[in-house]
């Protein structure tokens, strides 16, 4: 099915729906439109670029991705204050 034809067959079943359905549906759209929607400022993008200097010239040493699971892991297990 071709994105054209799968929007429009959204859009059909979406007229069809209940009120309850239709706002599980619409809170869905604004979650995933609102992970997309955002702008690095240039402090972020002037941040990134030092830090990826840094790692590329080893003067910094970063984590592999289990090091850095295991670290997310500990602090999500941390209580909160």
Do not use: C, W
């Not at 067959?9 to 809170?27: M, R």
């Not at 955002?38 to 993008?45: A, G, H, V």
């Amino acid at each position: 099915m071709t994105t054209s034809a799968l929007r429009k067959k959204i859009h059909e079943y979406i007229d069809k729906v209940d009120d309850s359905f239709l706002i599980i549906v619409h809170q869905l759209l604004e979650r995933e439109v609102g992970f997309y929607n955002f702008e690095l400022t240039d402090e972020d993008i002037e941040t990134t670029n030092r830090r990826r200097m840094e790692m590329q010239t080893g003067k910094v040493e970063g984590l592999s991705h289990e090091q850095l699971m295991e670290e997310i892991t500990k602090a999500l297990k941390k209580p909160s204050k």
